[in-house]
């Protein structure tokens, strides 16, 4: 039986979306009768060439030379090439309005709040890129963000790709050795720096990390330092402050090196937690092709929008919201905590800037409702049109509290991708309803589907069966370039094509439902198999967070008796110990909700749960500790030392 949706749009609201107008256009265009969303998704995977043509039509992508093939070689994946003889520049596109609307917004989490116009931020590129190119950086060179996120990295991340350099970031909350690791494997020339950064009501220096840094890494020439806190550059070799690097004398017209479809614009880094982090490589057509898409059609973003994201510099997340400026939306950039003031900063945010539409993290919406906030008493939240989430499946407890306690005319969108594609494969629609626990629907342009080990679609099974590896069966133009220095693509190719040829495996475990939405059940490789039984961690998730009494969880499989049990770690509020009415609770929420399969055959208290510097729980780290084996990169860990709580526990050595 179909449950009743929580959210439908009015018809005025799908009649004056984006994605009512494009599916017109592409009727008239290509003289087509589509009946609904789904009509549209179909045609778009039939006739990827016609469909990306259409987007780079309605989406006004800015070359200076226009495309020759759409496609070529679309039976190679990997291996299609997209918009073949096309010359374009990233920057060109993000700076294509050159007027005094608000571009971008910077608010750190001690109040402090400055803004730049369109035509202010075009001026900054110019000078920055200019005092680049003097230092000698041409297209191909890397350069390094160690940075918060502030307006100066996204100036810094605009200048590098005017000139065909490459960007990758981390942000300043990485370990050395994480660091590291990561602009280690691909030798920038110029790193940028802040001073220091503010979290959680702390003041916390980076440029005593970056001496560290320098001593590992010598392909770095110049530290450009960005006072955030105060303008000094401490004992860095051969460090500036950004106004003395780049002060705007004789400074030379702002040139858009124009370059191929795929000329590399991003180097991005897997999470590291089982290794050194993959360096995967971005082009900058495909990258900017995929984001408008997203933006403008599964987020009906445009000119007087104001696009919020709450992210750090090392997350995907942050070159998704930067390229809102594409669509002439306000970008309102955040540092700090996320609960600062306890998540009143991030929501008075929403009205003093007039936010349209509010990203944020499952765990961000757990941890208000649990905390008891009601956004809808304490604010005013009408500019708000559409909530999004990623990180993590959001439960069906957290769509509840967004249309209670938040508010119920909004476009809840939860929305599940990767850093892998820097874009996502399963999205929000303005047009569609949205049912609890479900992400609308499939992206345009993407082929996805789950399918089982034998590599056969699931789509049409019934029940449990429906369950399986999320795989994406025909390219698309945000496919990777591959993974720097990776000799013959071997890595690459291992990581995402291995399991089925020609088709990519991306490592998500979930379903697609009857109502052509998607569930995400967890990562495949975090799946647990008690009895042979395939279970994604995030079902349990979704019991566990309705006991009150819980704060946050992890939940692992433990290899016992030529079988896997499952071991669930919980958070109590504090003051809280477990006791045998709670756990009864949550094995009796768990078994009601689920199979008995589902219930742990362990629930153990600890203290705090380890995550990624994005805030992903690291399941597989958590495995490797119960299990004795070493975690080879504890640097990826926002809380390394939350690990060793779940070493050497007794009661996992009993039955």
Same mark, same amino acid.
């Given at each position: 039986?179909?449950?009743?949706?929580?959210?439908?749009?009015?018809?005025?609201?799908?009649?004056?979306?984006?994605?009512?107008?494009?599916?017109?256009q592409?009727?008239e265009?290509?003289?087509l009768?589509?009946?609904?969303?789904?009509?549209?998704?179909?045609?778009?995977?039939?006739?990827?060439?016609?469909?990306?043509?259409?987007?780079?039509?309605?989406?006004?992508?800015?070359?200076?030379?226009?495309?020759?093939?759409?496609?070529?070689?679309?039976?190679?994946?990997?291996?299609?090439?997209?918009?073949?003889?096309?010359?374009?520049?990233?920057?060109?596109n993000?700076l294509?309005?050159?007027?005094?609307?608000?571009?971008?917004?910077?608010i750190?989490?001690?109040?402090?709040?400055?803004?730049?116009?369109?035509?202010?931020?075009?001026?900054?590129?110019?000078?920055?890129?200019?005092?680049?190119?003097?230092?000698?950086?041409?297209?191909?060179?890397?350069?390094?963000g160690?940075?918060?996120?502030?307006?100066?990295?996204?100036?810094?991340?605009?200048?590098?790709?005017?000139?065909?350099?490459?960007?990758?970031?981390?942000?300043?909350?990485?370990?050395?050795?994480?660091?590291?690791?990561?602009?280690?494997?691909?030798?920038?020339?110029?790193?940028?720096?802040?001073?220091?950064?503010?979290?959680?009501?702390k003041?916390?220096?980076?440029?005593?990390?970056?001496?560290?840094?320098?001593?590992?890494?010598?392909?770095?020439?110049?530290?450009?330092v960005?006072?955030?806190?105060?303008?000094?550059?401490?004992?860095?070799?051969?460090?500036?402050?950004?106004?003395d690097?780049?002060?705007?004398?004789?400074?030379?017209?702002?040139?858009?090196?124009?370059?191929?479809?795929?000329h590399?614009l991003?180097?991005?880094?897997?999470?590291?937690?089982?290794?050194?982090?993959?360096?995967?490589?971005?082009?900058?057509?495909?990258t900017l092709?995929?984001?408008?898409?997203e933006?403008?059609?599964?987020?009906?973003?445009?000119?007087?929008?104001?696009?919020?994201?709450?992210?750090t510099?090392g997350?995907?997340?942050?070159?998704?919201?930067?390229?809102?400026?594409?669509?002439?939306?306000t970008?309102?950039?955040?540092?700090?905590?996320?609960?600062?003031?306890?998540?009143?900063?991030?929501?008075?945010?929403?009205?003093?800037?007039?936010?349209?539409?509010?990203?944020?993290?499952?765990?961000?919406?757990?941890?208000?409702?649990?905390?008891?906030?009601?956004?809808?008493?304490?604010?005013?939240?009408?500019?708000?049109?559409?909530?999004l989430?990623?990180?993590?499946?959001l439960?069906?407890?957290?769509?509840?509290?967004?249309?209670?306690?938040? @508010?119920? !005319?909004?476009? &809840?969108? *939860? +929305?599940?991708? %990767?850093? $892998?594609?820097?874009s996502?494969?399963?999205?929000?629609?303005?047009?569609?309803?949205v049912?609890?626990?479900?992400?609308?629907?499939?992206?345009?342009?993407?082929?996805?589907?789950?399918?089982?080990?034998?590599?056969?679609?699931?789509?049409?099974?019934?029940?449990?069966?429906?369950?399986?590896?999320?795989?994406?069966?025909?390219?698309?133009?945000?496919?990777?370039?591959?993974?720097?220095?990776?000799?013959?693509?071997?890595?690459?190719?291992?990581?995402y094509?291995?399991?089925?040829?020609?088709?990519?495996?991306?490592?998500?475990?979930?379903?697609?439902?009857?109502?052509?939405?998607?569930?995400?059940?967890?990562?495949?490789d975090?799946?647990?198999?008690?009895?042979?039984?395939?279970?994604?961690?995030?079902?349990?998730?979704?019991?566990?967070? @309705?006991? !009150?009494?819980? &704060?946050? *969880? +992890?939940v692992? %499989?433990? $290899?016992?008796?030529?079988?896997?049990?499952?071991?669930?770690?919980?958070?109590?509020?504090?003051?809280?110990?477990?006791?045998?009415?709670?756990?009864?609770?949550l094995?009796?929420?768990?078994?009601?909700?689920?199979?008995?399969?589902?219930?742990?055959?362990?629930?153990?208290?600890?203290?705090?749960?380890?995550?990624?510097?994005?805030?992903?729980?690291?399941?597989?780290?958590?495995?490797?500790?119960?299990?004795?084996?070493?975690?080879?990169?504890?640097?990826?860990?926002?809380n390394?030392?939350?690990?060793?709580?779940?070493?050497?526990?007794?009661?996992?050595?009993?039955?």
């Amino acid at each position: 039986m179909i449950e009743e949706p929580l959210w439908t749009p009015s018809p005025e609201r799908i009649a004056d979306s984006q994605l009512t107008r494009f599916m017109n256009q592409v009727e008239e265009h290509y003289n087509l009768t589509l009946y609904s969303y789904f009509d549209l998704y179909q045609w778009s995977i039939e006739k990827p060439d016609q469909f990306w043509s259409a987007i780079w039509s309605f989406c006004d992508i800015q070359a200076s030379q226009p495309f020759e093939e759409v496609l070529e070689d679309g039976d190679k994946f990997p291996g299609a090439r997209w918009f073949t003889g096309s010359q374009l520049n990233f920057a060109e596109n993000l700076l294509r309005s050159r007027d005094d609307k608000t571009a971008l917004v910077g608010i750190l989490e001690n109040g402090e709040r400055r803004s730049v116009t369109f035509n202010e931020l075009f001026t900054e590129v110019e000078k920055l890129a200019h005092a680049m190119r003097n230092h000698g950086i041409t297209k191909g060179d890397r350069v390094a963000g160690f940075m918060p996120n502030v307006i100066e990295t996204v100036v810094a991340m605009l200048a590098t790709s005017s000139i065909g350099a490459i960007w990758s970031s981390c942000s300043p909350d990485f370990g050395i050795n994480g660091v590291c690791d990561r602009f280690g494997q691909i030798a920038p020339r110029i790193l940028f720096t802040a001073d220091a950064y503010y979290y959680n009501g702390k003041t916390i220096n980076c440029l005593e990390k970056v001496e560290a840094i320098q001593e590992q890494i010598d392909s770095i020439e110049k530290v450009v330092v960005v006072p955030v806190v105060a303008p000094e550059t401490g004992n860095v070799k051969n460090a500036v402050l950004l106004n003395d690097f780049a002060p705007g004398d004789g400074v030379s017209p702002l040139k858009f090196e124009q370059l191929p479809f795929d000329h590399p614009l991003f180097i991005m880094y897997s999470s590291g937690t089982t290794g050194v982090p993959k360096c995967i490589v971005h082009g900058s057509g495909g990258t900017l092709l995929q984001h408008v898409k997203e933006h403008r059609l599964h987020t009906d973003l445009s000119e007087g929008d104001v696009l919020f994201y709450y992210t750090t510099c090392g997350w995907m997340m942050w070159n998704w919201l930067v390229s809102g400026l594409a669509s002439g939306a306000t970008v309102v950039l955040y540092d700090g905590s996320p609960f600062a003031q306890e998540g009143a900063l991030l929501l008075d945010a929403i009205d003093n800037e007039g936010i349209t539409a509010f990203g944020t993290s499952a765990k961000f919406v757990a941890s208000l409702e649990k905390a008891g906030v009601k956004p809808n008493r304490t604010h005013n939240l009408a500019s708000l049109k559409t909530i999004l989430s990623t990180g993590s499946p959001l439960s069906s407890e957290g769509f509840d509290y967004i249309y209670r306690d938040f @508010k119920h !005319d909004v476009c &809840l969108s *939860s +929305i599940c991708g %990767g850093t $892998d594609i820097i874009s996502c494969f399963i999205l929000g629609n303005p047009t569609l309803p949205v049912y609890k626990g479900e992400i609308q629907c499939l992206g345009l342009g993407m082929a996805v589907d789950f399918w089982d080990e034998d590599g056969q679609s699931l789509r049409e099974r019934e029940g449990e069966d429906r369950k399986g590896e999320l795989v994406c069966t025909i390219p698309f133009p945000s496919t990777p370039i591959g993974f720097w220095n990776d000799p013959g693509d071997e890595k690459f190719h291992s990581a995402y094509f291995d399991r089925f040829p020609n088709v990519w495996a991306h490592g998500d475990y979930g379903e697609i439902t009857e109502n052509g939405g998607v569930i995400i059940h967890g990562r495949s490789d975090a799946v647990l198999n008690p009895g042979g039984v395939r279970i994604g961690t995030a079902e349990i998730y979704r019991q566990v967070e @309705k006991v !009150d009494q819980v &704060l946050d *969880s +992890i939940v692992v %499989g433990q $290899d016992w008796e030529d079988d896997t049990r499952v071991i669930l770690f919980v958070v109590l509020r504090e003051g809280v110990s477990l006791n045998d009415d709670i756990e009864s609770e949550l094995r009796l929420t768990i078994r009601n909700n689920t199979t008995p399969r589902h219930v742990p055959a362990k629930i153990i208290q600890v203290s705090d749960i380890p995550r990624t510097i994005s805030g992903k729980i690291v399941e597989l780290a958590v495995r490797n500790v119960i299990h004795d084996l070493p975690v080879k990169n504890t640097d990826a860990l926002a809380n390394p030392e939350a690990l060793e709580q779940f070493r050497n526990i007794p009661s996992l050595a009993e039955d």
